[in-house]
């Protein structure tokens, strides 16, 4: 029977919280089985936190990854935020749709996304963004 959750904490750091367990087992995987918690690589040793499924701890492209420094987000492989990284935003920046980026402080009037901000200000094309409710 497959239910609950299991919390475990290793002795090297590893911390993970597993959804879907079978309650009969102690250790192991179920197919198809959640997994969320700070998980350290056993080829390179890096240590990151990751939701994914358990069967796809061990490949960079799969779930949601956030690096040990903090520096880095990623989904399925692509890099939706981070500094210095070579794919995805760079300089602080966040993707959206199609991979394009928010850019921060960078005045951006191309049609290539377009999205920008000052700050305080969200721009499009060169254009303030009213956020709020529609007038009648």
Do not use: H
């Amino acid at each position: 029977m497959v239910i609950g959750i299991r919390i475990a904490k290793a002795s090297n750091g590893l911390s993970q919280i597993f959804f879907s367990v079978d309650q009969a087992q102690c250790s192991g995987q179920t197919q198809g089985q959640l997994g969320a918690g700070i998980m350290i690589r056993q080829d390179n040793m890096s240590q990151e936190f990751v939701i994914c499924l358990k069967s796809d701890y061990g490949n960079d492209d799969r779930g949601l990854r956030i690096s040990a420094e903090g520096n880095t987000l990623s989904f399925n492989g692509c890099v939706i935020a981070g500094t210095g990284t070579s794919t995805g935003a760079s300089n602080g920046s966040v993707n959206y749709s199609a991979g394009n980026p928010i850019l921060w402080g960078l005045n951006s009037v191309d049609t290539n996304g377009g999205f920008y901000s000052d700050g305080p200000k969200l721009y499009w094309r060169d254009k303030p963004v009213t956020l709020g409710s529609d007038p009648p």
